[in-house]
């Protein structure tokens, strides 16, 4: 597991600061991709309720893998089935708020067939969520222009920011 990156509250929310103390945190392990379809798009999930955007995924149920979350997570999200091309890296949060220590994986996938429709949750449907179909560096520009207040949304975007750079950097290190 390659840990690409670490948030803390206090650094999420302003950009400095020492690492808040920690007490007893919850582990809650979830699963992202960074999705391709046969254009070369990848999947980027609006939440225009929210003003934000995250990688389709989602948390890993009991008793799931994270391989397995991924797979029902972009079926949900995307209406996709999708095929795995390798593991990206990790994304540790420490969210004080909620005294949660979320584990994120993402993985590099490719959509297998045709896209389908979403079967979005009532809550996703109550934040106006919707897949975004854009090139990469397309998806790193919103991210990086969009703000947000929103105290789960700041985390979701630096997450998902970390998460692109890193597959942005391994395609140009593919490419040398």
Known sequence: MHVIKTLYDRRTITGSGPMPASGHFRTHS?????????HGNI?????SGRNFFSLPGGRVERG?????????ELLEETGCNARLLSEIGTIVEYRNRNCVKKISTCYRMRVAGKKGIPQLTDFERGMDSRVLWIP???????LNKVKTNDYWGMFIQRRET????????????LRV
Do not use: W
């Not at 999947?43 to 939440?47: K, R, V």
């Not at 990469?136 to 919103?142: K, P, R, S, T, Y």
């Open 30 to 38: 979830a699963a992202r991709a960074i999705l391709y379809d046969n």
């Open 64 to 72: 799931e893998t994270s391989r397995q979350a991924i797979r029902r």
């Open 136 to 142: 990469i560096q397309d998806a790193l520009e919103l």
């Open 162 to 173: 970390a998460f692109i750079e890193e597959e942005i950097q391994c395609q140009k290190n």
């Open 43 to 47: 999947g980027l999930m609006s939440f």
